[in-house]
Nanobody, 126 residues
C-alpha cells in the first residue's frame, strides 16, 4: 500500500509559476512510475505528466506539452517525493491536481495507476 499526499496548490496569476509536491509513505516508492493528473469541474481526469522510477523517462499530456519544460516533473527517491513545476500557467490550468503511483512504463491513463492522493487545488486567475 502506497499513501500519497499532495501539497503546494494555491492561487496564482496567469503567466505565473507554481510547484506542487507529492509525498509518498513507503520505501518501495522508487519502484513506481509516478504521475500527475488533473481534473477540472465537470471534466474528466486528464493526464499531465509522468516519470519512471529512475527518472530517466518523462512524458507529458497534450494539454501541457510544449508549455512545461523538460524538467517539469521530477522525483527524489531518497526522500520519497515527486514534484510538478508548472510555468506559464493559464486559467484553463485551474483544476485539482492528483499524484498517482503505478507499475510500468509509459503510463498515461488513470486506470493504469494503482494509488492516488487526495489532490491539491490549483487556481489560475486571469
Amino acid at each position: 500500500q502506497v499513501q500519497l499526499v499532495e501539497s503546494g496548490g494555491g492561487v496564482v496569476q496567469a503567466g505565473g509559476s507554481l510547484r506542487v509536491s507529492c509525498a509518498a509513505s513507503v520505501g518501495t516508492f522508487s519502484l513506481y512510475t509516478m504521475g500527475w493528473f488533473r481534473q477540472a469541474p465537470g471534466k474528466e481526469r486528464e493526464f499531465v505528466a509522468a516519470i519512471t522510477w529512475s527518472g530517466g523517462s518523462r512524458n507529458y499530456g497534450d494539454a501541457v506539452k510544449g508549455r512545461f519544460t523538460i524538467s517539469t516533473i521530477s522525483r527524489d527517491n531518497t526522500n520519497y517525493m515527486v514534484y510538478l513545476q508548472m510555468n506559464s500557467l493559464k486559467p484553463e490550468d485551474t483544476a485539482v491536481y492528483y499524484c498517482a503511483a503505478g507499475r510500468g512504463r509509459g503510463l498515461t491513463r488513470a486506470a493504469e495507476y494503482d494509488y492516488w492522493g487526495q489532490g491539491t487545488q490549483v487556481t489560475v486567475s486571469s
